[in-house]
């Protein structure tokens, strides 16, 4: 159970859920922020127009009119100066039923108020300039700050106030309504981030149970899914791709095993054959003589197996260093055709080099060597008796090609390209008889893949085989 619980917190679709509702949350928080911040300015900036509308209208009306309060006279229209200011800022406040305050000061005198204002007195002659707005705290008149516009004429000083009441009760209004919704969306966008990371990530569910279903057994099965072009059908491509891959390789190590067990076995049968029969009777010293020469001979075979499956090993595993070193191409191919002449002895054949160009390349001598003796050696076991082996070599420019030819039977077009496979044979029928084991020319691909090369092998009609080798002058 606890392991259950720990995978679940510790999964994709957990942390894509508190990713997305953590995401979703964030912007709900700045959605809200805008919007308070916005409501909050734009209630600020609407209620200074307001009052510097009214203050401008009741200022300019009595501008207008050369109204002289001073020098005012009761008569049957206006008994007093409060009637006369009255019906001046009647027209400007009847449309705003709200608590708005209004005074009317001159030479430092109160000339008017509403009533709402009681005994305070909004004048506040520290305030320079013609007009100012800010804020103004009294408790007598409002429990929030209120808002005063103060505009100064020639003579006379029109203030005008607002409770800012009305904002605060909106912003709270808000952030109430916000309090009570950012929750039930925070758990709406939880819901949704699961839903969604569950639908999203069900095909790796079903990746992953395919997967489960594949062994060493049914590798030629594969993962549904491929035909999309998202990035799931992506994966799943890739996933067939290496499954075929493996499959290829296990195959492969399969078929070597099986070939590899197949060729040791065949000397130590022999060595064990010829051991026992050795020990049933006694034999002459002659006798021992040869069965020590035979087993000599089968021993060499197997340690010649032996030796190119460590090269192939170590080389697919990228255990082999390359040890360039400058030699004159001319010079090398002399001391290939000395060295290995004689191994055509025994079919009447010779080993001759008919041309190479003077120049110094770079390559791996040893290696090198071991894979012309390689090409050579095969020459001479599947080539006519009484031919020629020849070596020729030819500068390409930034390459060097250096061919081996021989005659012999013709390779099918079919089995050019396999010759290079391990334990593979063009002709099935000669074991022994060429101690061939089908890993020569393995080792020569991978010793001219090392130096960076290609081979290459035609066969034609009339008998001729020529097995290149290109590989770069440094």
Request: hydrophobic letters at 40%; proline letters at 2%; one cysteine or more.
């Amino acid at each position: 159970m606890l392991t259950k619980i720990k995978l679940f917190f510790t999964s994709t679709r957990f942390k894509i859920t508190i990713w997305y509702s953590s995401l979703f949350f964030l912007m709900e928080f700045l959605l809200g922020l805008v919007i308070y911040f916005y409501i909050y300015n734009i209630s600020h900036m609407n209620l200074d127009s307001s009052l510097k509308a009214q203050a401008n209208s009741i200022l300019r009306v009595i501008e207008e009119k050369h109204i002289d309060l001073d020098s005012f006279q009761p008569s049957t229209v206006y008994k007093s100066e409060d009637e006369l200011i009255w019906d001046i800022a009647y027209d400007v406040i009847v449309f705003n039923r709200r608590n708005t305050f209004i005074e009317v000061t001159t030479s430092n005198k109160v000339i008017f108020k509403t009533a709402n204002l009681g005994k305070v007195s909004l004048s506040f002659p520290e305030k320079k300039g013609k007009s100012a707005l800010f804020d103004y705290k009294n408790e007598e008149l409002s429990g929030s700050a209120i808002r005063v516009c103060q505009l100064k004429g020639k003579k006379y000083v029109v203030i005008v106030a607002y409770s800012k009441e009305y904002i605060s009760q909106t912003l709270n209004n808000l952030k109430d309504v916000y309090i009570f919704i950012a929750p039930i969306f925070f758990l709406i966008s939880i819901i949704g981030g699961a839903l969604i990371s569950s639908k999203s990530l069900s095909r790796i569910d079903a990746i992953i149970k395919k997967t489960e279903e594949i062994t060493g057994q049914n590798l030629e099965e594969t993962i549904p899914g491929g035909e999309y072009f998202d990035e799931y059908g992506r994966l799943v491509k890739k996933m067939n791709e290496m499954v075929s891959r493996i499959k290829t390789s296990v195959d492969f190590m399969n078929q070597f095993s099986i070939s590899a067990a197949h060729e040791l076995k065949t000397p130590l049968t022999i060595l064990r054959g010829e051991i026992e029969i050795t020990l049933k009777s006694e034999k002459t010293p002659q006798q021992y003589i040869e069965v020590l020469k035979s087993n000599y001979e089968e021993t060499i075979r197997m340690i010649k197996i032996v030796d190119n499956l460590f090269f192939i090993s170590k080389s697919d595993n990228a255990m082999i260093n390359i040890n360039y070193h400058e030699i004159e191409l001319n010079s090398f191919l002399n001391s290939i055709v000395k060295s290995l002449g004689i191994l055509g002895q025994e079919k009447n054949m010779s080993l001759v080099l008919e041309k190479a160009p003077n120049l110094i390349i770079q390559i791996d001598v040893n290696l090198m060597k071991q894979a012309l003796s390689n090409i050579i050696d095969n020459a001479f076991k599947f080539g006519d008796e009484n031919t020629n082996v020849t070596i020729s070599a030819k500068d390409l420019g930034e390459k060097i090609k250096i061919s081996v030819s021989n005659m012999g039977e013709k390779i099918p077009a079919e089995e050019v390209e396999k010759i290079f496979d391990r334990f593979y044979r063009a002709d099935k029928s000669r074991t022994r008889k060429t101690g061939g084991v089908g890993l020569g020319l393995s080792v020569v691909k991978s010793i001219v893949s090392l130096h960076k090369g290609t081979v290459e092998v035609q066969s034609n009609d009339n008998s001729l085989t020529t097995l290149s080798i290109f590989i770069p002058k440094i």
